[in-house]
């Protein structure tokens, strides 16, 4: 059992997903347990392949069916996949937790539809993070898009437009990923991840490379949100139900940016047409991050608001890629759990917020703590991370990648960051400054009233409440501690790390 | 040189306190007595934990907490010297003595939501004690930061209109300082990673370009010059006056422009130390600029009518006295700038203290207002006549001691120039603080009561259950401030005049500036003047 | 007659293959990018997707080679007279998901048609934001 961790990582949820729906005909009570007995038990795998890999100092390569690579499939489990595959599996659990109270009053049909596609979505994410194959990484990715594109049409009206928008986009991307893994299989005859890092060097200056390489960048680029080409994640993220977007906003962008850091820097190498490319990314990611900043300052919608801090936010990441030293990496790979726990966090609050009292809108919190306090102090939290203000784990990352930066000599990109931590405070600040600040007269003038039966009511239902502060927790808490994070886990998902 | 190092969880606990006492207020939010309570008690406990570590200081040595790992290859690391001590001392022992009067004043002004209040108040002195106490850059900024995110429910307090957009001003300022000061805390561990606060610096041995150092300079003395409120970026000082009375004088006297100041002599004296400024050559420019906003300032007082705003801008022109001792950096300016920091405490804290009690007892906040409140509230304003007094640097007062050392630097330094700043400014400081004093004791009151009910209409509501002297009425008896607020006024103004005498009278204070300032200068012997 | 020839048109050939897989593959980018009509650019997608495919088949390809496929009087190891198995292998996994793709994007089609009565995109977004 303990040797197939690997596999079952992303057999579970595959074949829960699809008892989930046909045992909802039954009771959905108990299909929900079972889905949440899934998250958990992928959970446990992914924490007992991450801790095995860790324990063996190697990586951890599972081979499907028995079939050696390169011919046959190959999971690879080393601290940064399995690290990775331990934050979508948790998220994964919390956004389940969730979607609890949220699926209340829909039919058992489409509960048990959410249910399947949701631990689609995440079969799909786990093995995109697990697999060291490219192809098998397009049939993960198109796994997951395809689940997720579902799974956002669950928000309603507009919601299915923006999916379909959503599928045109994400589609094209991934045939754009597809044709650059065929020119790097025409150039090599492989596609295994370990084996095409053997044969690669001495063909990086070939133009088919070149192609390749551009090609996988825009698909991935696309799929990770990366300004110029995060068109489409606005309305996507606008209008998909909470927990599906707490879920996409926290881990799917990631995991598509995870695969561009495995492809660079585990596949390629950097010379040739790649240090190029990460210049090039560099530089989009720091115009992402102050486009992204600057259009959420000019939202009035709360969801969107958060929807165009993800494009900064990624650019965050992104830009640690590209500067490439260790120390820059230390953040980028930081600043992946520390914004999947910030944002997933805040669109846990944007939608409790939103299930609660109905608001949506930036000028409608006020007086929002008075209401909801846990949540709004949470939300605060996560706030500050994304500012970066310590001790929170927004700050450390942010630390690295200065430091990173200054180290590279990176001058602007210093700046960069710099600037958006300031315009992030400009819109987190909005909406703190209305839930705290105003509207406290009307609520002195009538108290609350709060009848005798109702006093321990919760401000939220438990299920939507408990991964709201647990993330919120988690943020300051893993700040105070990156430095095991870092030592333990991120320093031996660096290239050259690991033998 | 280095001294002996004494590992203890001493200065870790003192931090704690205060944020475990945070957790508790809120926790037990709908009781005020328990609140406060609460907030009595863990400042008597900080206060103690910060007085275990003076023996060991004054014996020469360093507390240190072991160092917990909080980022790759830089630690939290809390170490105890001389200078730190001082200001944790200072700060811890303010606590005690603030938190009675803001009891006394939040009790008297009911604004409400004080659970908030509390709470706030003792992240802000968690903080100033891990300023105070921090061992290296990283954990100095953590708190840095945590100290402006704390003061800002105080500051917006009142929630109203102009508190929102005081808050407002204070976070751009701040955090746009926090920001730039990031910048120079990374860039100064990249130069030397991880390097530890050394008296007389460590950056010198970092193989910069004086270029780069330059550069580095400004962008710390930006970072830390905007909670000292250094002109011109003293902009959110004045209007950061809308918080409660309380807050003002923690903000002032204890916490962060305190910690402002503090950091620049941190910087100037443990970063980059007096050689290398004297090298690059910014210690000169930085005096000048401390220079220009003590008169600068002092002049912009003369003209303020608002009691808390002309004391606001009298702190900023105090407190550039502290960075103009940094930026000299001699060992009598040094010394003198470090004990000014003790010194302009407990003044600026007995003057806001009797502003509070006034605006309290009698709900007046401009000065023309104040006729006649002599003899209605004696006490009070007695403690305001004798902290003005020191101030204007009258000797045998605290603010003399401060005054004479950083006289003392200039001379040192060869830039004899300055004292005629630190006399002019003496006299500036009596020109607006003297009429206050001439108002309250020999003013008419009737007719100038009169004379504000007609013209005034911005004097401020009063509340609900507030005795409010009536227009027109003359001293009324017992018109005195509350106990809880009156007692701790007259003990800081007790101290102010007691420590112009005997400097080193209880805590030491004047020993460990000493110690510090000798210790930056590298190791000579105290300066003169020490005897005082 | 052409037999000196033959390696030449043979290399023609086949870069006309891979030019035409080219056209292909813009055209559908084409499609997706100008095209008013959701259900076209769902056609222009699949256009694309099919390009990727022949692309991958095309690798595959040596002339005059057959099926992988062990006849009676071949050798195993022959690789000479096989084509290469795997692209078309791996492409029938993208023809699968290429299925699954317009399944799902049909499916999103008929709801937003349902809520709109309509499929041009202007059309939809007017309606949407209204």
């Not at chain 1, 690669?200 to 990366?226: N, Q």
């Not at chain 3, 008013?36 to 991958?56: H, S």
């Amino acid at each position: 059992m303990n040797e197939h961790l690997p596999i079952l990582l992303i057999i579970i949820p595959l074949i829960v997903a699809m008892a989930a729906r046909l045992s909802v005909r039954l009771s959905v009570p108990f299909t929900r347990g079972l889905v949440l007995a899934a998250a958990l038990a992928v959970l446990a795998c992914g924490a007992g392949a991450l801790a095995e890999t860790l324990a063996r100092g190697e990586p951890w390569s599972y081979h499907v069916s028995g079939w050696p690579p390169p011919w046959g499939i190959e999971l690879v489990i080393d601290p940064l996949s399995g690290g990775l595959a331990v934050l979508v599996a948790f998220f994964g659990l919390a956004a389940l937790v969730y979607a609890g109270p949220y699926l209340q009053g829909r039919t058992p049909r489409e509960q048990g539809s959410f249910y399947a596609l949701f631990l689609l979505t995440m079969a799909g994410l786990l093995g995109m993070c697990v697999t060291g194959d490219l192809f098998n990484l397009f049939v993960f990715l198109e796994i997951s898009s395809l689940a997720a594109y579902a799974l956002i049409a669950f928000g309603g009206r507009r919601a299915i437009v923006a999916a379909l928008r959503y599928l045109i986009i994400g589609t094209a991307a991934a045939c754009f990923y597809l044709l650059g893994v065929g020119y790097l299989y025409a150039v090599t005859g492989s596609l295994n991840m370990a084996d095409l890092a053997v044969l690669l060097p001495p063909l990086m200056d070939s133009p088919a490379v070149i192609l390749a390489v551009v090609l996988i960048v825009a698909g991935l680029g696309i799929k990770t949100a990366l300004f110029p080409l995060h068109g489409w994640l606005p309305d996507a993220y606008s209008y998909a139900p909470a927990p599906v977007l707490a879920f996409l906003a926290a881990v799917m962008t990631k995991v598509s940016a995870y695969a561009l850091y495995r492809i660079l820097y585990f596949v390629t190498e950097a010379a040739g047409p790649v240090s190029v490319t990460l210049e090039v990314l560099g530089w989009m990611a720091a115009a992402g991050i102050l486009f992204g900043s600057v259009m959420a300052i000019a939202q009035r919608d709360f969801w969107r608001m958060l929807a165009y801090s993800s494009v900064a936010q990624v650019g965050y990441i992104i830009l640690g890629l590209a500067v490439g030293n260790v120390l820059a990496l230390y953040g980028a790979l930081l600043h992946i759990v520390s914004h999947s726990l910030a944002k997933g966090g805040l669109f846990f609050v944007a939608g409790g917020v939103n299930w609660e009292t109905g608001v949506r809108r930036v000028p409608d919190f006020v007086g929002m703590a008075g209401k909801m306090p846990l949540t709004m102090a949470a939300f605060v939290v996560a706030a500050f991370s994304m500012i970066g203000l310590p001790p929170t784990l927004g700050f450390f990352s942010k630390w690295y990648l200065v430091l990173g930066c200054l180290e590279a000599g990176a001058w602007v990109f210093v700046a960069v960051l710099i600037v958006s931590s300031l315009l992030t405070a400009v819109y987190f600040f909005r909406v703190i400054e209305n839930a705290y600040l105003k509207g406290k007269d009307d609520a002195r003038a009538a108290p609350p009233f709060r009848p005798a039966g109702r006093r321990f009511r919760l401000e939220l239902p438990a299920g939507m409440l408990l991964p709201i502060l647990v993330l919120s927790i988690g943020v300051a808490v893993l700040g105070l501690f990156n430095e095991q994070i870092i030592s333990n886990v991120i320093h031996y998902a660096l290239p050259g790390m690991l033998p | 040189m280095t001294a002996e190092a004494v590992f203890s969880v001493a200065p870790l606990v003192a931090v704690l306190i205060s944020l475990a006492a945070a957790g508790l207020i809120l926790f037990c939010g709908g009781r005020p007595d328990l609140r406060e309570g609460v907030t009595m008690v863990a400042a008597v406990a900080k206060f103690a934990v910060v007085l275990s570590m003076l023996p060991a200081v004054l014996g020469g040595a360093v507390v240190e907490t072991a160092p917990l790992d909080i980022a790759r290859g830089i630690a939290l690391h809390f170490r105890v010297d001389a200078f730190g001590l001082l200001f944790a001392l200072l700060a811890s022992g303010l606590w005690i003595i603030t938190s009675v009067y803001s009891i006394g004043y939040m009790r008297s002004l009911k604004y409400g939501h004080e659970t908030g209040y509390y709470a706030s108040f003792a992240v802000c002195l968690s903080a100033a004690a891990g300023i105070a106490m921090s061992g290296n850059l990283l954990t100095f900024f953590i708190f840095y930061e945590i100290l402006t995110i704390a003061t800002y429910p105080l500051v917006v307090h009142r929630r109203n209109a102009e508190a929102v957009s005081g808050g407002r001003e204070y976070m751009v300022y701040l955090l746009l300082a926090g920001q730039v000061l990031f910048i120079a805390v990374a860039w100064a561990h990249y130069l030397v990673p991880g390097a530890a606060f050394t008296p007389g610096g460590f950056l010198a041995g970092a193989g910069a370009s004086v270029l780069a150092l330059q550069a580095l300079f400004v962008l710390f003395m930006v970072g830390v010059g905007v909670k000292a409120a250094v002109i011109p970026l003293h902009g959110w000082l004045p209007t950061a006056m809308v918080a409660p009375t309380p807050v003002s004088a923690l903000l002032h006297a204890v916490a962060v422009v305190k910690a402002g100041a503090f950091a620049v002599v941190r910087v100037t004296g443990f970063v980059f130390g007096p050689e290398l400024m004297g090298e690059l050559g910014v210690g000169v420019v930085l005096a000048w600029l401390a220079a220009a906003t003590i008169i600068f300032a002092s002049l912009r007082a003369l003209s303020e009518d608002h009691l808390k705003r002309r004391l606001a801008y009298s702190t900023v022109s105090q407190l550039s006295y502290v960075v103009l001792g940094a930026a000299l950096a001699t060992p009598a300016a040094m010394l003198g700038a470090m004990f000014h920091i003790v010194a302009h405490a407990f003044m600026k804290i007995t003057l806001f203290f009797c502003a509070g009690a006034i605006y309290a007892t009698t709900h007046k906040e401009y000065i023309r207002e104040l006729d006649g409140l002599g003899r209605r509230m004696p006490y009070t304003m007695g403690a305001f006549a004798a902290a003005a007094l020191a101030i204007t640097g009258m000797p045998l007062l605290v603010g003399f001691v401060s005054k004479w050392n950083l006289g003392l630097g200039a001379v040192q330094a060869g830039q004899p120039v300055f004292i005629a700043v630190l006399i002019g400014s003496a006299l500036l400081n009596a020109a607006y603080f003297f009429p206050i004093v001439y108002r309250a004791y020999f003013g008419r009151a009737g007719e100038e009561a009169a004379h504000a009910a007609g013209e005034a209409p911005e004097v401020a509501i009063p509340a609900a259950g507030e005795q409010v002297a009536a227009a027109g009425e003359t001293v009324a008896p017992g018109g005195e401030a509350k106990p809880s607020m009156l007692v701790p006024l007259l003990i800081t103004a007790a101290a102010a005049l007691v420590l112009g005498v005997l400097p080193n009278l209880g805590l030491q204070f004047y020993t460990l500036a000493q110690m510090a300032a000798a210790a930056v200068a590298g190791g000579g012997p105290g300066p003169a003047g020490g005897g005082m | 007659m052409f037999g000196q020839y033959y390696h030449l048109l043979d290399h023609l050939a086949g870069y006309a293959s891979w030019w035409l897989i080219g056209v292909l593959f813009l055209i559908g980018l084409y499609g997706i990018i100008v095209k008013e009509n959701l259900l076209k650019k769902i056609m222009a997608l699949n256009v694309m997707q099919v390009a990727v495919i022949l692309f991958f088949l095309n690798t595959a390809q040596k002339s005059g080679a057959t099926l992988a496929v062990l006849l009676p009087g071949e050798t195993a190891g022959a690789v000479d007279v096989y084509v290469n198995p795997l692209p078309a292998a791996l492409m029938l996994t993208a023809i699968v998901v290429s299925l699954a793709v317009m399944g799902v994007a049909m499916a999103l089609v008929i709801q937003v048609y349902r809520c709109y009565g309509s499929l041009e995109e202007p059309e939809v977004l007017r309606r949407m934001h209204k």
